[in-house]
């Protein structure tokens, strides 16, 4: 058994990001466990642009998002081990990970941070029915294959599912020559970044069909052709509105889930609305010492709040080595009101020191205009910020300053509202 | 008379910005909530470019494959044509993160750089 005061799980862009952190904040003990042979988690096969904005105020595509870290981590001397994978971590933060030639590694940990990110929802989740032909992949599977191994997934394609992902990939099957037929989405608006649904569907004059979704797929040893529908306002598939499209690939972006069997696994209770763990404003979970930050918390839409996330994670966890911390009398739960699905974090636990704000993360439920969040304490409104728009395919963020924050308060409840009398008439 | 719409992508609103036309000259433009949108809409009709990303295949490297994108945006209409021009292309490993594979693609002034480093497949 080794021991380590720092044990990342994950290489992605929030193990990299938190390791850097933490070391920054004096850890000189720490080490990253990855199960693929290189770092950067996703961003390699992300080599459109669009990355950076936020985090580096400057354009980036994904690759070379992960590389700005990956150098640092060289430089900072941090430990990486590629091609293990964990198998299980108790509550004695003790790691059992199978290393491909040292074998079984059991590795005792002072503190851990969660970083395992995300995976795809698949076809069998969404249930589609019909048959089971080649030809039907996720649109990162599809991704990886046309961006990294230098495969083109097919030439007729339909993508169901208007996300970040499907709308980058329908773009991107384009650029290469395919002829992407349509991108279907079930809800009556489109989940991606408005920015990606122009530049990667109206450039190609690609079809969004809204309220829409495949109900048959069709096709013996290679994918044929399927049946889409109209669906109604709770989503299920109007009958007569449905119409065969001849195609040969479907490619698949229907949500995102956090890779959580190892949180599971420490006992840890996972939230119904985030998929991730309970934290609190430190992203440390109810394991004392155990941090958990980007999509294997809550999945982000952007990579660079996901760097900003992880570095309150690797800071918050070198204070908790560096015993530098001191918790509230009481906790304040942070719970999400109106028109909101969830906040991150969960609760707040630990004294302010020279923090001024806390910044909430959070996502609403719908689309909606001139609105404002607000926060409050006993039905009384604390403060509360305009907004001009807000999306749910969009994170939203907020500060709370914590001068607003007293002793005694027990819960703060966060609402989006609309604004009345101030209708912003759009012409 | 001609009329074109226009979505700005300056926000998550995504206003429609609509632009009457005659010939080159716009004589009306409307929709836009903000100056972003104005201004967005104006470029957007006169000279619409992209920054193009994609791969370039790859001789001896660790993989097939080196991401790279056009160091600056180019027109949107070349953006076709430079995919052509690109799948014709291939590289030698090693590369590194911008180094320029194609200089001035489609005489446009702009070269196409790397975006990953890539070592030889000998050497990994």
């Given amino acids: ?427 | 008379m001609e009329e074109h719409d226009i979505i700005c992508t300056g926000c998550p609103k995504g206003c429609q910005v609509t632009i009457k036309t005659e010939g080159d000259k716009i004589t009306d433009i409307y929709g836009y909530e903000c100056p972003t949108g104005k201004e967005y809409a104006i470029n957007e009709f006169k000279n619409p470019t992209r920054i193009l990303p994609t791969t370039v295949k790859v001789e001896d490297g660790e993989f097939p494959l080196v991401p790279v994108k056009t160091a600056a945006p180019i027109p949107k209409s070349d953006l076709i044509k430079a995919m052509n021009f690109i799948a014709e292309k291939t590289v030698k490993a090693p590369i590194e993160i911008g180094d320029i594979l194609i200089e001035n693609i489609l005489n446009t002034g702009v070269d196409v750089v790397a975006t990953r480093n890539i070592k030889k497949e000998s050497e990994v």
Avoid at chain 1, 173 to 200: H, T, W, Y
Avoid at chain 1, 340 to 357: A, G, M, R, S
Wanted: net charge positive; charged share 30%.
């Fill in chain 1, 1 to 427: 058994m080794t021991k380590h005061k720092m044990v990342v799980v994950g290489a992605g862009p929030a193990g990299l990001a938190a390791a850097l952190e933490a070391s920054k904040n004096g850890i000189d003990d720490i080490i990253i466990l990855e199960r693929d042979k290189y770092l950067g988690g996703i961003l390699p096969q992300c080599i459109h642009n669009g990355f950076g904005l936020e985090y580096f105020g400057e354009e980036l595509t994904g690759p070379e998002y992960a590389d700005r870290f990956m150098r640092d981590i060289d430089q900072a001397g941090i430990e990486v081990l590629t091609e293990t994978m964990v198998l299980n971590i108790n509550q004695d933060k003790l790691i059992t990970a199978l290393n491909k030639t040292k074998g079984v590694l059991k590795i005792k940990a002072e503190t851990i941070i969660l970083a395992m990110g995300c995976r795809e929802r698949t076809r069998e989740k969404i249930q589609i029915p019909g048959d089971r032909p080649a030809g039907i992949l996720s649109a990162g599977t599809a991704q990886r294959y046309t961006n990294i191994e230098g495969f083109i997934p097919g030439k007729e394609v339909m993508i169901l599912g208007s996300g970040d992902i499907g709308l980058i990939m329908a773009r991107r099957m384009k650029l290469e020559g395919a002829d992407v037929k349509a991108v279907l989405e079930i809800m009556p608006f489109s989940s991606g970044l408005v920015r990606n649904k122009v530049q990667c569907l109206d450039d190609f004059d690609i079809p969004l069909k809204l309220q829409h979704t495949i109900t048959r797929i069709e096709g013996k040893k290679r994918l044929k052709r399927v049946e889409i529908s109209k669906v109604d306002k709770d989503f299920n598939p109007i009958k007569g509105t449905q119409k065969w499209i001849n195609c040969d690939t479907l490619l698949l972006s229907v949500g995102l889930i956090p890779e959580n069997e190892l949180s599971k696994a420490m006992n840890l209770k996972l939230h119904p609305a985030t998929g991730g763990v309970y934290v609190n404003e430190n992203r440390e979970t109810e394991l004392k010492g155990v941090y958990a930050c980007g999509n294997v918390l809550h999945v982000h839409d952007l990579v660079d709040w996901v760097s900003e996330e992880a570095e309150i994670a690797g800071r918050s966890a070198a204070e908790y080595l560096n015993k530098n911390q001191e918790k509230r009398d009481l906790p304040i739960k942070i719970t999400p009101n109106k028109n909101l699905t969830y906040t991150v974090p969960q609760k707040i636990e630990y004294k302010f020191k020279d923090k001024k704000f806390i910044k909430i993360y959070l996502r609403v439920e719908k689309p909606m205009e001139n609105v404002k969040i607000v926060f409050s304490h006993n039905e009384k409104s604390m403060l509360s910020y305009d907004k001009k728009i807000v999306m749910p395919g969009e994170m939203v963020t907020v500060n709370l300053p914590v001068a607003l924050i007293k002793k005694n308060m027990e819960e703060i409840k966060l609402s989006i509202v609309e604004k009345v009398g101030e209708k912003n008439g759009r012409t």
